[in-house]
């Protein structure tokens, strides 16, 4: 089966940056969407970003728009999700996540939870001074 195990997480202080990373292994399919999705202690879990298998489509959580960047290389198995101008609110478990799709799907992806079936470990991120 496809698993998927993200790396990255640290305390960074408000303004900072950091690098998650998302490696699938297992037995990955032709197509799978990678997502990012976060949840702070508290709060509803939040979609963040998403990635299409084929780079057809990329989204963004509007809390999160311009500020992250969603990159995929195929070739490592690897999505990266690069964090800049990071707020305390970023604060949370950041767990990517992932689900196959048929070729003619390959150029979309979604960040509704429920299209997710393989989830992360998660990976904390803390934002503070």
């Known amino acids: 089966q496809l698993q998927v195990v993200e790396s990255g997480g640290g305390l960074v202080q408000p303004g900072g940056s950091l690098r998650l990373s998302c490696a699938a292994s297992?037995?990955?399919?032709?197509?799978?969407?990678i997502g990012w999705s976060r949840q702070a202690p508290g709060k509803v879990h939040e979609g963040a970003s998403c990635?299409?298998?084929?780079?057809?489509?990329?989204y963004y959580a509007h809390s999160v728009k311009g500020r992250f960047t969603i990159s995929r290389d195929n070739a490592k198995k690897t999505v990266y999700l690069q964090m800049n101008r990071l707020k305390p609110e970023d604060s949370a478990v950041y767990y990517c996540?992932?689900?196959?799709?048929?070729?003619?799907?390959?150029?979309?992806?979604?960040?509704?939870?429920?299209?997710?079936?393989?989830w992360g470990q998660g990976t904390q991120v803390t934002v503070s001074s």
């Open positions: 297992g037995n990955t399919p032709d197509y799978y969407v």
């Open positions: 990635i299409s298998s084929t780079d057809g489509s990329i």
């Open positions: 996540a992932a689900y196959p799709t048929g070729p003619s799907m390959s150029r979309l992806c979604v960040l509704a939870r429920a299209e997710y079936e393989y």
